[in-house]
């Protein structure tokens, strides 16, 4: 069966910095299009960023610069590095294949169960 395992959220400080990992398992990653997206209490869900199959990188958020997705094929894993993190990147970050092959934020398949991140002194 084909799923998303993400890991490595936490708590942190304002400033700091976390690393995601989001491994799949079930299939290979290679040839598909895989994004990160956010989820706080009370809120729609946003997607983050989204990598190719090829490594091309798209983001969504109005300060990208904080967000690095990548990926590892022989790892079968993708990452997303999270930098100089505000109290409002506090959210439960999922993972999921996107399904038009374009990464359009609309159009993505089931997210995984998450990892919890909350920044706060």
């Known amino acids: 069966q084909a799923q998303f395992v993400e890991f490595g959220g936490g708590s942190v400080q304002p400033g700091g910095s976390l690393r995601l990992s989001c491994a799949a398992s079930?299939?290979?990653?290679?040839?598909?299009?895989i994004g990160w997206s956010r989820q706080a209490p009370g809120k729609q869900r946003e997607v983050v960023s989204c990598?190719?199959?090829?490594?091309?990188?798209t983001h969504y958020l109005d300060s990208p610069d904080r967000f690095t997705i990548s990926r590892d094929n022989a790892k079968n894993t993708v990452y997303l590095q999270m930098d100089r993190l505000k109290p409002e990147d506090t959210a439960v970050y999922s993972c999921?294949?996107?399904?038009?092959?374009?990464?359009?934020?609309?159009?993505?398949?089931?997210w995984g169960q998450g990892t919890q991140v909350t920044v706060s002194s």
């Open positions: 079930g299939f290979t990653i290679d040839y598909y299009h």
């Open positions: 999921a294949i996107d399904l038009s092959g374009r990464c359009r934020r609309d159009n993505f398949g089931s």
């Open positions: 990598i190719s199959s090829s490594g091309a990188t």
